[in-house]
């Protein structure tokens, strides 16, 4: 029992920290990424080590290309030269945060990566984590179903 009680209180606190659909962004993180209100977000947190994020990355470039949602890049790699050398690669046309400092990936805390987030008036309307095939037709999708 008393093991039962420990797992629930660890397990619990871990979520607390973490955003999560439904929640607001808090206003400092959306003065960072410069949020605008009515405007859905595809914030993509990545790294150049993350072989799926280098897969999906050049899919997500289609949503922005395409004018799908806005598009935010945030790169967690500890050396902002690393991300920005992956960045130049995949010749990626969004913008890019480099979160060097971890202050966006502390406030998210996704559960790995990749990891997309969906916000819209700084609040998290859903969130895909891991390798998603044909991420770009799975948020097509998921933005048509987004109430405007």
Do not use: H
């Not at 206003?27 to 150049?48: G, M, P, R, T």
């Not at 987030?117 to 859903?126: D, M, P, S, T």
Request: charged share 30%.
């Amino acid at each position: 029992m008393l093991k039962t009680i420990l797992y629930s209180l660890l397990f619990s606190s871990v979520t607390i920290m973490a955003l999560e659909t439904g929640e607001s962004v808090p206003q400092n993180i959306q003065e960072k990424l410069k949020l605008e209100s009515d405007k859905v977000y595809v914030v993509d947190f990545f790294a150049s080590w993350c072989k799926s994020c280098k897969k999906e990355l050049p899919l997500i470039s289609n949503i922005y290309n395409d004018k799908v949602a806005e598009v935010i890049g945030i790169n967690v790699n500890k050396k902002q030269a690393d991300g920005e050398k992956l960045v130049k690669k995949l010749e990626l046309p969004f913008p890019i945060v480099y979160d060097t400092d971890k202050s966006l990936v502390k406030a998210f805390d996704p559960l790995g990566f990749p990891a997309v987030y969906y916000i819209k008036n700084g609040q998290i309307i859903n969130v895909i984590f891991g390798a998603v095939e044909e991420i770009d037709k799975k948020i097509r999708e998921d933005i048509k179903a987004i109430k405007w």
